[in-house]
């Protein structure tokens, strides 16, 4: 029963979303599966190749300070990887964890069919899964070199207080930080720790800031 209540909220939210959201075609880029989660609440067509995977902090923020040679170098896959799922490698050395898809040519198919539909224009870059302490760095160091990336959508989520303009802290996020994802519920009314965030406003402003 708990569980059809909460995917009955779930439902009532996304309608509501939904049915606000103008911007029907941004290109998220998300360092794990929360912009693929996105796109399935709100409707939308995968146009970002960032889906069904995950990176840690610093090889997502190493990809994105050479974007554009990144997404033009080929992903190698990682034949040592013990993992039970496929692993590439790519530009500097940069690891993307496909722990969705069942090998690594789906994985990399789709990476390169969705790549092609990204838009410069009407683009964000999140950082979804900002735990520093969990690869011992200094979370300081990552926000730093992330705020310095040349993208004017950016946004670190974040279950802890940090200083600066493009974090955004999610209440008890951190209680269960490296157990639940940013979409994960956080109550019985269905609301996800990323709805603390008014992420449709956010999308439709990329689109009007680019106008302006």
């Not at 069904?52 to 990144?70: G, P, R, S």
């Not at 990204?118 to 300081?140: E, K, R």
């Not at 670190?156 to 008890?172: C, D, W």
């Amino acid at each position: 029963m708990v569980k059809k209540w909460i995917k009955f909220r779930h439902g009532l939210i996304n309608k509501k979303n939904r049915l606000r959201l103008t911007n029907k075609t941004p290109t998220l880029i998300c360092s794990n599966c929360t912009g693929g989660v996105l796109y399935h609440w709100l409707g939308l067509e995968f146009r970002s190749p960032f889906i069904n995977l995950y990176m840690n902090n610093i090889d997502f923020i190493k990809a994105l300070e050479n974007f554009d040679e990144f997404l033009a170098t080929e992903i190698v896959e990682d034949k040592n990887s013990k993992l039970d799922y496929p692993v590439g490698i790519g530009y500097n050395g940069v690891r993307l964890h496909f722990m969705h898809y069942k090998n690594f040519t789906e994985a990399i198919e789709k990476w390169n069919e969705r790549k092609k539909r990204i838009d410069p224009q009407n683009m964000c870059v999140w950082l979804t899964n900002f735990t520093p302490s969990q690869y011992g760095t200094d979370p300081n160091t990552i926000i730093e070199r992330f705020n310095k990336l040349p993208f004017k959508n950016k946004l670190i989520f974040s279950g802890e207080k940090f200083p600066g303009e493009n974090i955004i802290y999610l209440k008890k996020y951190n209680k269960v930080m490296n157990e639940k994802n940013i979409f994960g519920t956080m109550n019985f009314f269905g609301k996800r720790f990323i709805d603390q965030f008014d992420y449709v406003s956010y999308l439709n402003n990329m689109i009007v800031n680019e106008v302006d």
